[in-house]
């Protein structure tokens, strides 16, 4: 069974930089897409950023358009979120998740998750 384990998560400084990372355990590693999702204190779970895992192509949405990126890693099995000019409102747990299948996949149905990591923005 797939787990996916984020790290990179930690206290950062506005206006900072920092590079999220989401790992795949299994030896062979295939989803159909990724994306990554954060949940802020009091707040729903949003989605930051999707990523079709066979061609490339990624798509950021709103709380993070033109201050983050995606980018993955084939053969490392590994996603990464990009974030710059980072803001208090950043502040969340980050996780990242996978789906297998077209359905899923755009059916925003993700069937792995990671455990988490914490971002930290401070003033």
């Known amino acids: 069974q797939v787990r996916l384990v984020e790290s990179g998560g930690g206290l950062v400084q506005a206006g900072g930089s920092l590079r999220l990372s989401c790992a795949a355990s299994?030896?062979?590693?295939?989803?159909?897409?990724m994306s990554w999702f954060r949940q802020a204190p009091g707040k729903e779970r949003e989605q930051v950023g999707t990523i079709d895992w066979t061609n490339g192509g990624t798509w950021m949405l709103d709380p993070v358009r033109g201050r983050g990126s995606l980018s993955r890693n084939i053969a490392e099995k590994t996603l990464y979120l990009h974030l710059n000019n980072l803001r208090s409102e950043d502040t969340a747990v980050y996780y990242c998740?996978?789906?297998?299948?077209?359905?899923?996949?755009?059916?925003?149905?993700?069937?792995?998750w990671g455990q988490g990591t914490q971002v930290t923005v401070s003033p």
């Open positions: 299994t030896r062979t590693f295939s989803p159909y897409g």
């Open positions: 998740a996978a789906a297998f299948t077209p359905e899923d996949y755009y059916g925003r149905h993700y069937t792995t």
